[in-house]
């Protein structure tokens, strides 16, 4: 089965603690994003990757960091000095050059920071 | 600055209704628009409109694109409880494919 998968579902962490939330796919897209979600906001860019070893920031980057080692992950690192870092963060893949601009999401991570 | 409009931000209707969603938008290097909807976690994929007046139609759901007044509507019609979802739109406003979201219409239909 083709897909993106995120992994916790549900994550918990105490302040001024780093947290690393998992995405992967097996879609063979070459580019993924990582969106940030809270109640009346839609969604928000925070990074995003065209190729393997490249990434580029979002609107809302500050606090967060990612990497792009394999095409397959796209890891999200949830610093310290993110200040409000409790939300539904989505990641998401899209093929380059076919024409189609659709977005695939993962069914999201929910964090909570205490 | 870039943005995109949706409205109403939430509405309540009874089964059987019709539901008209509007997404407007203002940005800079327009290239297509996508609906998505949203139940509990993933969203997932509706239309993707590219060229004005032409509409796109899936069972009950239709969207419609004007590129002059940079605006989009998504019909509902019949409305179901299944249809009880957020609905996003989004802009993309790069060659490659940045998208742009809305705050998107929370809609619920009421048995």
């Known amino acids: 089965d083709g897909g993106i998968t995120q992994s916790p579902k549900y994550l918990f962490r105490k302040e001024g603690q780093n947290v690393t939330l998992s995405c992967e796919q097996n879609l063979n897209h070459d580019a993924m994003y990582w969106y940030r979600q809270d109640p009346g906001q839609g969604l928000r860019l925070i990074y995003y990757s065209q190729i393997v070893n490249d990434f580029q920031k979002g609107d809302i980057a500050e606090g967060y960091s990612v990497s792009r080692e394999k095409k397959e992950s796209f890891p999200l690192t949830v610093t310290s000095a993110q200040k409000n870092p409790t939300a539904f963060y989505l990641c998401a893949s899209s093929p380059t050059g076919t024409g189609s601009y659709e977005q695939y999401f993962g069914p999201g991570t929910r964090l909570t920071v205490t | 600055e870039d943005k995109v409009v949706q409205s109403p931000l939430s509405l309540v209707v009874h089964e059987g209704d019709t539901v008209t969603l509007n997404c407007s938008y203002e940005v800079t290097n327009f290239r297509s628009l996508l609906w998505y909807k949203q139940e509990k976690k993933a969203p997932t994929f509706l239309f993707m409109l590219?060229?004005?007046?032409i509409e796109k139609k899936s069972g009950r759901l239709s969207s419609i694109l004007d590129k002059k007044e940079l605006f989009s509507i998504l019909n509902i019609t019949a409305t179901q409880t299944g249809d009880s979802a957020i609905y996003l739109c989004a802009v993309v406003n790069d060659s490659w494919g940045k998208f742009q979201f809305g705050a998107g219409t929370q809609v619920v239909v009421t048995p």
């Open positions: 590219t060229s004005s007046g």
